[in-house]
């Protein structure tokens, strides 16, 4: 109710800004729908959202599933930690703009120097974030396991996945926004449709209607995601968790 | 089956670089259907001897044999539990093997039968003790290991699991290695007892008792516990 409530306000706020505005800079939102509307009828809307979110899905799942074992690895061997670090800090630091740049001078202008681009943004965070989350695994726990003389692969799952899974939901989450950030970019440089693309061409025929479709449309998606998807999975990670009361 | 422990010396590196000498030269054995208690002042080494006799501390003097397919109960001295797995889970995962029937009378003796689902956060020190004792009974141990089972639990409820760990111990021939600085678990329920010396800790006299642990009375009881007394005013 009281999310409704604030989101109701914000609806407002923006309404009469562009009041006091005008249309050109700030359409208000009944125009922003008609452009919405209009894009879904055409079906292009669904074209380009489609095109975006499977480009995020492919360089999410690749960033994710890689980036974890890498992280897993160097939060439990003191050797992978100590080899992989300089790359780390180094990955960390470059900005997405550059990684785009080059994967699209080195492999073409083409889908896979798109996802690995955009895979290799998010790669660094979920290396920082499972490292984290395989340093913190209780030593106690593994000693048990040990001594039960449990299989390797029983062990992973009942005694150290669970102690990862909050650490995997974190990075999913800040992960995901971090995606849906860069595969814009991705798309403005060098594809020739997805969200990214209808945002430049908007930008250069000065269509802010367009260009708030597109972008609050994209947002809306990325909202039913993050509760239909991740906080349920974050919920059962943690169920076992005693509840406050 | 017979377990034999011969540990030369075990010195820990400090953080300052210096070492420290933790175990002294002990050796001890234990058959099938003994139960070896280890007492000794609190610090004197007993948890780093088991970490050795459970293969878990390799980095030490000696060696240490026990039959490689020797199946190991161990009940640690906090009752490391998965906390996001339920009671019965946690008991099978660390016995896949456990017949259901089986399972069913281990949680009927030491009255976990309303707990099967709940999860260890759920629980009290003393019944996620109890758990943690019948995931150790759940796999059937051909040595069972028990650091401290019954530390900071009140008296009556310490006693109770006292007479189950007995009533579990006596129904198939198992080698059990008990740790505690209670005289009276150690006087109930061994059969040996190996009195250690502060750190570096080494046995400082081997203490049987040749009656059955059934049939040891009070008055025993008492006897036995007189002896000790004088033995340890001795070495002192």
Same mark, same amino acid.
């Given at each position: ?35 919405? #509307? ?43 930690? %100590? ?47 499972? %490292? ?65 693309? !209808?945002?430049? #061409? ?23 995601? !993050? ?13 076992? %968790?005693?509840?406050?009361? | ?148 089972? +019954? ?16 009533? +579990? ?63 340890? +005013?001795?070495?002192?």
């Amino acid at each position: 109710m009281l999310r409704l409530l604030s989101f109701a306000l914000l609806l407002a706020i923006w309404w009469i800004a562009a009041l006091f505005v005008g249309a050109a800079k700030l359409p208000s939102p009944p125009a922003v729908l008609d452009v919405v #509307v209009a894009e879904a009828s055409s079906g292009a809307l669904f074209l380009h959202l489609g095109a975006t979110l499977a480009r995020v899905s492919l360089a999410f799942v690749l960033a994710m599933s890689l980036g974890s074992a890498i992280g897993y690895l160097m939060g439990r061997v003191k050797l992978a930690d %100590r080899l992989g670090d300089p790359w780390l800090i180094l990955l960390l630091n470059l900005p997405a703009l550059v990684v785009i740049v080059l994967a699209y001078i080195w492999a073409g202008l083409t889908e896979a120097a798109a996802i690995a681009a955009i895979a290799i943004n998010k790669l660094p965070t979920a290396i920082v974030t499972l %490292r984290e989350g395989a340093r913190a695994l209780d030593r106690s726990l593994d000693e048990m396991a040990s001594v039960f003389a449990m299989p390797r692969w029983r062990a992973f799952r009942h005694v150290v996945l669970p102690q990862l899974a909050p650490y995997i939901a974190a990075s999913a989450r800040s992960g995901l926004s971090l995606v849906w950030k860069i595969v814009l970019v991705a798309e403005l440089l060098g594809r020739p449709n997805g969200v990214g693309f !209808e945002i430049g #061409v908007a930008f250069q025929l000065f269509d802010t209607p367009r260009l708030l479709a597109y972008s609050l449309t994209f947002a809306a998606v990325v909202l039913v995601i !993050e509760t239909a998807l991740v906080q349920p999975f974050e919920a059962r990670a943690t169920r076992w %968790r005693p509840r406050a009361a | 089956m017979r377990l034999e422990v011969e540990i030369t010396g075990k010195t820990f590196r400090s953080a300052a670089g210096g070492t420290q000498r933790v175990l002294a030269p002990v050796s001890f054995a234990l058959q099938s259907g003994e139960v070896g208690v280890l007492i000794g002042p609190s610090g004197c080494g007993k948890s780093t001897m088991l970490r050795i006799i459970l293969g878990l501390d390799r980095d030490f003097g000696g060696h240490v044999s026990r039959p490689p397919e020797a199946r190991i109960g161990m009940v640690f001295q906090e009752p490391r539990l998965l906390p996001w797995r339920s009671v019965e889970q946690n008991v099978r995962l660390a016995a896949p093997d456990v017949t259901d029937a089986k399972l069913a009378e281990l949680f009927r003796i030491l009255e976990l039968d309303a707990h099967r689902s709940h999860f260890p956060g759920e629980l009290s020190l003393g019944l996620a003790r109890r758990v943690a004792l019948a995931r150790a009974f759940a796999v059937e141990p051909d040595l069972l290991v028990l650091d401290e089972p +019954l530390a900071s639990l009140d008296d009556a409820l310490a006693g109770r699991l006292r007479d189950e760990i007995a009533t +579990l111990v006596a129904r198939r021939p198992v080698m059990t290695l008990l740790v505690t600085h209670s005289l009276d678990d150690a006087i109930r329920l061994g059969d040996r007892l190996f009195l250690l010396s502060p750190r570096p800790a080494r046995i400082v006299r081997e203490v049987p008792i040749a009656i059955p642990r059934a049939q040891r009375s009070e008055a025993e009881l008492g006897r036995i516990r007189a002896e000790l007394a004088a033995l340890q +005013l001795e070495s002192k």
